[in-house]
């Protein structure tokens, strides 16, 4: 699955998201992408990112929601860019099933203008604030 503007990608990764279909965010990726995930989970290609994201939404992120907040895409000549998409995750579980609480995430991709459309070409998912 592509997409026909960068700018399509936020919402629709967010719906996808909220439907808790790992199938369809994964399709988002090219085939051997790389992600890194809220967890810090690490995956390569859409398989791997499928079954990473499966078992995330699956568990600490079984009822969370995502709203979207400020983007800001950088071009990278006429074939690729970087999006920055900030998110607030709420309905967290921490691991003994209690509420987390809400949280700030960003988003940066890296997408790529393949012939069927703009795919994922990499991902980092991160905790806004958190120091690496």
């Given at each position: 699955?592509s997409?026909?503007?960068?700018e ?13 279909d ?28 499928a ?9 600490a ?7 979207t ?12 860019c970087?999006?920055f ?16 609480g ?7 991709a ?13 991902a ?5 604030g958190?120091a690496?």
């Amino acid at each position: 699955m592509s997409f026909a503007t960068p700018e399509d990608f936020p919402r629709a990764f967010a719906r996808a998201w909220g439907a808790r279909d790992a199938l369809t965010l994964s399709e988002f990726f090219a085939p051997d992408a790389d992600f890194l995930s809220l967890t810090g989970g690490a995956a390569v290609g859409r398989d791997e990112i499928a079954e990473l994201l499966a078992g995330e939404l699956a568990g600490a992120f079984a009822r969370a929601r995502l709203v979207t907040g400020r983007m800001k895409i950088r071009p990278i000549g006429t074939e690729a860019c970087v999006v920055f998409q900030r998110f607030v995750l709420s309905g967290l579980l921490n691991p003994d099933g209690s509420d987390a609480g809400r949280i700030g995430a960003v988003l940066a991709a890296t997408l790529g203008l393949y012939p069927e459309g703009w795919q994922i070409v990499a991902a980092q998912f991160v905790v806004e604030g958190a120091a690496g």
